[in-house]
């Protein structure tokens, strides 16, 4: 299936957010959400501190979910890198990309800050402002066919103009290759919007619902507060 270009779609994070209204939904593990969906915890992988082998999302959100994989054409399934996220898990990201920036020579702080901003949300306890991840509205995933995980252009986490979602939709004279990353990301970011969520524009594998981002993209009010801690009761 051929779809659409992907839409110039620009959140400002300096916009009015209308407060966050808790709906209290509880967030459930994606390992056995569905078939169509697996979970590749690439944090654990990476060996940060506080992180766990299972992805989580609000239910809501995982509902939707399981919605956007069951679109995908027969023989993919969606990868899930990561899910909610903790404060701690949260800083040691914030604090890792801090370390990154420096040892590439970067010296202004307030340049340190900005260059952060846009890749990694600057960890939070507020749970009225909470950062996307620790909201449990957040997911980051690609998609996987049978030769492996499809071809997105760059890897996750890839903090370089490569990574923005529309970058391969502008380019002039674009390769084979180009071609089919641009048709890889239009497909995720097809199937995961028409299933509710929206797509952050500097990282192609990165998508909310519920969150304060989603609420200014749709004009709608958020739903999910911040959960700092994992415990029996959030999940179900």
């Known amino acids: ?43 654990y992988h990476l060996g940060y501190a506080g992180t766990q082998t299972e992805a989580y999302l609000r239910k809501g959100a995982a509902d939707r979910l399981a919605l956007a994989a069951e679109r995908l054409p027969d023989g993919l399934q969606l990868v899930v890198f990561d899910g ?14 801090r370390q990154d920036l420096l040892s590439q020579g970067w010296t202004d702080e307030e340049a340190i800050t900005r260059e952060l901003s846009k890749f990694v949300a600057k960890p939070t306890t507020d749970i009225q402002i909470p950062s ?15 030769g492996g995980w499809l071809d997105m252009g760059t890897d996750f986490d890839d903090f370089t103009e490569l990574a923005m979602t529309r970058h391969f939709e502008e380019l002039a004279e674009p390769t084979e290759k180009d071609l089919e990353i641009q048709s890889n990301r239009r497909l995720l970011y097809h199937v995961m919007i028409s299933a509710g969520f929206t797509n952050y524009s500097h990282e192609w594998w990165h998508y909310e619902y519920g969150t304060r981002s989603w609420a200014r993209q749709t004009n709608s009010q958020p739903i999910y507060g911040g959960i700092l801690e994992m415990n029996e009761k959030i999940v179900e």
């Open 1 to 43: 299936m051929n779809y659409p270009r992907i839409p110039a779609i620009h959140d400002d994070r300096t916009a009015f957010t209308p407060p966050v209204i808790e709906c209290g939904e509880a967030m459930v593990p994606l390992s056995t959400l569905s078939p169509r969906i697996t979970v590749y915890p690439a944090y």
């Open 84 to 97: 909610w996220r903790s404060y701690e898990v949260q800083a040691s990201l914030y604090e890792g990309f």
């Open 132 to 146: 996307p991840h620790l909201s449990g509205g957040a997911v980051d995933l690609t998609i996987a066919g049978p």
